[in-house]
């Protein structure tokens, strides 16, 4: 068996905010087609690490190697980065004047100059694959929260990037839309999308994960196969905070 290309690398990452140390000597690295999910309470620099990921947000130190490059805040080519790492967001920022397939076009065409029939006829695609084939032509406001989120995926997925990040994708949806959005997610991880998901829904990271990485106070306490850590946690930490969520 090829061994599976490495698609992230972080060493010794650090970020802070003023005087608040978000992210503390993060070492993390991800492999092709793996979905690793990031778990621990709100304020533990989950969020922030995905940021730094995207190069939304810059690191102070350390380093991120995106498929074998080094990025910097002046790699003179950050756009072609981010083209390479989409992004899902836990508010779905779609264009509420533009229509759900003009949403999905709008990054193909201007950032990477796909002629506009070509990305109507791969957004069509996408907005199938995510369920939504019967609503290309309608406008955001008449979609529910999860049909919203599933358009921002499909939008992240036309620029067809190697790795997915998705903050939080369903924290802001209602209970009994979740599900439909989580199963979009786990059917791009079964296509081997390689993917790093930060979010609270436990099942998920169990079910779906590849790698579980537990976060507290931007420092990495454990990480591991989903099994290993919700059913023997080896730091107290982590029994700690998975005593208070499961």
Same mark, same amino acid.
């Given at each position: 068996m090829s061994e599976k290309q490495e698609m992230i690398r972080v060493e010794k990452l650090n970020k802070s905010f003023g005087n608040l140390h978000v992210l503390k000597d993060i070492d993390m690295t991800v492999t092709e087609s793996d979905v690793v999910v990031l778990i621990g309470a709100s304020g533990s620099g989950k969020s922030t690490l995905l940021r730094c990921l995207n190069f939304l947000e810059m690191k102070d130190n350390g380093k991120i190697i995106i498929e074998?490059?080094?990025?910097?805040? @002046?790699?003179?080519?950050?756009?072609?980065v981010r083209e390479r790492v989409g992004m899902v967001f836990q508010h779905f920022n779609?264009?509420?004047?533009k229509t759900v397939i003009g949403?999905?076009?709008e990054a193909p065409t201007q950032v990477k100059g796909v002629k506009k029939d070509q990305a109507?006829?791969?957004g069509k695609e996408l907005l199938d694959k995510v369920g939504l084939g019967d609503k290309y032509n309608v406008?955001?406001?008449?979609l529910s929260g999860g049909q919203k989120q599933r358009?921002?995926?499909?939008?992240?997925?036309?620029?067809?990037? @190697?790795?997915?990040l998705f903050d939080e994708p369903t924290s802001a949806l209602d209970p009994e839309l979740v599900g439909e959005v989580l199963s979009t997610m786990k059917e791009l991880a079964e296509e081997g999308?390689?993917?790093?998901v930060v979010t609270h829904e436990m099942g998920f990271a169990r079910e779906v994960g590849d790698w579980v990485v537990y976060m507290h106070d931007g420092k990495i306490v454990e990480g591991g196969v989903p099994k290993d850590i919700f059913d023997n946690p080896q730091e107290e930490r982590t029994k700690e905070f998975l005593s208070s969520i499961l």
């Amino acid at each position: 068996m090829s061994e599976k290309q490495e698609m992230i690398r972080v060493e010794k990452l650090n970020k802070s905010f003023g005087n608040l140390h978000v992210l503390k000597d993060i070492d993390m690295t991800v492999t092709e087609s793996d979905v690793v999910v990031l778990i621990g309470a709100s304020g533990s620099g989950k969020s922030t690490l995905l940021r730094c990921l995207n190069f939304l947000e810059m690191k102070d130190n350390g380093k991120i190697i995106i498929e074998g490059e080094q990025v910097e805040k @002046d790699t003179h080519n950050l756009n072609k980065v981010r083209e390479r790492v989409g992004m899902v967001f836990q508010h779905f920022n779609l264009f509420p004047h533009k229509t759900v397939i003009g949403n999905v076009i709008e990054a193909p065409t201007q950032v990477k100059g796909v002629k506009k029939d070509q990305a109507i006829r791969e957004g069509k695609e996408l907005l199938d694959k995510v369920g939504l084939g019967d609503k290309y032509n309608v406008y955001p406001s008449t979609l529910s929260g999860g049909q919203k989120q599933r358009v921002a995926i499909a939008r992240a997925l036309a620029m067809k990037p @190697d790795v997915m990040l998705f903050d939080e994708p369903t924290s802001a949806l209602d209970p009994e839309l979740v599900g439909e959005v989580l199963s979009t997610m786990k059917e791009l991880a079964e296509e081997g999308m390689t993917m790093v998901v930060v979010t609270h829904e436990m099942g998920f990271a169990r079910e779906v994960g590849d790698w579980v990485v537990y976060m507290h106070d931007g420092k990495i306490v454990e990480g591991g196969v989903p099994k290993d850590i919700f059913d023997n946690p080896q730091e107290e930490r982590t029994k700690e905070f998975l005593s208070s969520i499961l």
